[in-house]
């Protein structure tokens, strides 16, 4: 037994051996998993084609009560209810937007396609959990929930895990494990919180020529922008911030009535995040004022509207957590090198409410999260993405006799 400091992970357990050892010879399914459930598409809040594609497979498997729960997230159950409740989850939803192309192209061991690695290689992995679970016969002794939820990217708000903390398992979930991505011994277990605005700049607009001495939303929101560059901020706790998006106008000769940007700032400190939210908010306001005092002679005023976006927790656990050390134990039983992290993703919400909760990595390599040219390399043990998942959710559920 190892992981003295967390809950044991059972290696010697027959029916776990016999899991673990089902795995490696799946190594090529799980990847078929991936790459196939990777061409359905998955855009923001349109994520069901997806979540039906999850659970047919999942009944496939003998998961005969595999429902979709009113948020759209796939969730099925496993055990006897005698210990601890875990969940373990992967996303559905992608950053991408609908139309996008999403067939994927292999070259060798490599695999280019939109979310190839976030988060097909995470649904990949709880597929993979699943199927090993029944085919082996191992029954946790607690409740393992799995599940493929949806809107875990930005403009989801993480509102899957959400509905399934406060709606679907209020005060049930013991623990809450994430696959997200690809990789091998990195284990999250601080939240990295974020908000996020779309911030628009607002007047009546004109002709560029006849109405030229107005001030003008499109250089109000500029200036803005060049007052947030010029921003400097810590280094630890990190803090960054982003304007990812700008959008207006209606013509080159026009003096545009609206212009609209989206701000995007993080921080794993919950202090430093509301401080960088007040500065952005004043180089904003700066910004409007600057193209006011610009045009003393205009007569159209600028307004500033701030929407929120999304607005995610922050929030951490010592590397003593009993999560944490549990993990740590089976990444080492792996022959991975481990480490603690912080990152965003649908840990941040449990984390937050104080539920013990971390992200994992699900074997083998990616690159280019978030972009078109994505992709994910297979390695010769990514097969160990899917043994973490069961020898962490083995230990905390524990095995049934």
Partial sequence: MLGAQGMPIPLTDPSVRRAMDAMAPLQAWTLDQQV????????????????????????GFGYADTRIDSEGNVIAEIGRGDGPTVLISGHLDTVFPEGTEVRTTRTGDRIAGPGIGDDCRGLAVVLTLAKVLKEQRLEPKGRLILVGNVGEEGPGNLRGVRH??????????????????AGGGAITSRAVGSHRYLVSFEGPGGHSYGAFGMANPMHAMGRAIANIADIQVPTRPKVTFNVGIVRGGTSVNTITPLAQMEVDMRSESATEL???DGRIRAAIDAGAAAERARWPNSRAGITVR?????????????????????????VEALGWLPATVASSTDANLPIAMGIPAITINGGGASTGAHGTEEAYRELPD????????????????????
Avoid: H, N
């Fill in 36 to 59: 196939s459930i990777c061409e359905i598409p998955a855009p923001p809040f349109k994520e069901q084609a997806r979540a039906e594609e999850f659970r047919r497979r999942m009944i």
């Fill in 164 to 181: 399934l903390f406060t709606k679907e398992f209020p005060g049930k979930i013991d623990y809450f494990i994430s696959v997200d991505g």
């Fill in 274 to 276: 509301a401080a960088i």
């Fill in 306 to 330: 701030f929407d929120t976006i999304g607005i995610r927790p922050t929030g951490g656990q010592s590397d003593d957590a009993p999560i944490v050390r549990t993990a740590w134990a089976a």
């Fill in 382 to 401: 990514s097969y160990k993405g899917p043994q973490l998942a069961l020898l962490i959710v083995a230990a905390l559920a524990g095995v049934a006799r």
